[in-house]
C-alpha cells in the first residue's frame, strides 16, 4: 500500500472519525465520510496527529544513524515532514544531534 492510502485513511479519521471506503469496479475512488456521527475525543486526535512523531522516536532509538530520507521512507511520509518531527522532538528536550551532520547520529535523551 502507497502513502497516499495511508495519509487518506489518517485524515478521514481525523475528519469524520471513520475509515475511507475504497471501491475498484470499473474505476478506482474513494469514499471519505462527511461528517462525525460520533466525536472522537481530543485525546485520539492527539493521538493520530502524533502517530509519525512517536514512530520518528522510536526510530531513531533503533538506529541512531539513520537518514531523514530513510525515515521518511519507512514511515511514507514526505521528508518534510520528518523534517518538521526532528524539529520538534529537539524542542522538546527529546533528541539532540551529536557530531556532523554527515557522520554524527542522533542521541535519545527521553524515552516519553
Given amino acids: 500500500m502507497?502513502?497516499?492510502?495511508?495519509?487518506?485513511?489518517?485524515?478521514?479519521?481525523?475528519?469524520?472519525?471513520?475509515?475511507?471506503?475504497f471501491e475498484d469496479k470499473e474505476m478506482f475512488r474513494?469514499?471519505?465520510?462527511?461528517?462525525?456521527?460520533?466525536?472522537?475525543?481530543?485525546?485520539?486526535?492527539?493521538?493520530?496527529a502524533n502517530d509519525t512523531l512517536n514512530d520518528t522516536l522510536n526510530l531513531l532509538k533503533i538506529n541512531p544513524s539513520i537518514r531523514q530520507k530513510d525515515i521518511a521512507i519507512k514511515l511514507r511520509v514526505s521528508e518534510v515532514t520528518i523534517k518538521r518531527n526532528i524539529?520538534?522532538?529537539?524542542?522538546?528536550?527529546?533528541?539532540?544531534?551529536?557530531?556532523?551532520k554527515k557522520t554524527g547520529h542522533w542521541k535519545v535523551l527521553k524515552n516519553d
Fill in 87 to 100: 524539529k520538534e522532538l529537539k524542542e522538546k528536550g527529546y533528541i539532540k544531534r551529536e557530531g556532523s
Fill in 30 to 48: 474513494v469514499i471519505i465520510p462527511l461528517l462525525r456521527d460520533e466525536k472522537l475525543d481530543e485525546k485520539d486526535l492527539i493521538n493520530l
Fill in 2 to 21: 502507497g502513502s497516499g492510502f495511508v495519509k487518506i485513511t489518517k485524515n478521514s479519521y481525523l475528519y469524520s472519525g471513520k475509515p475511507p471506503i
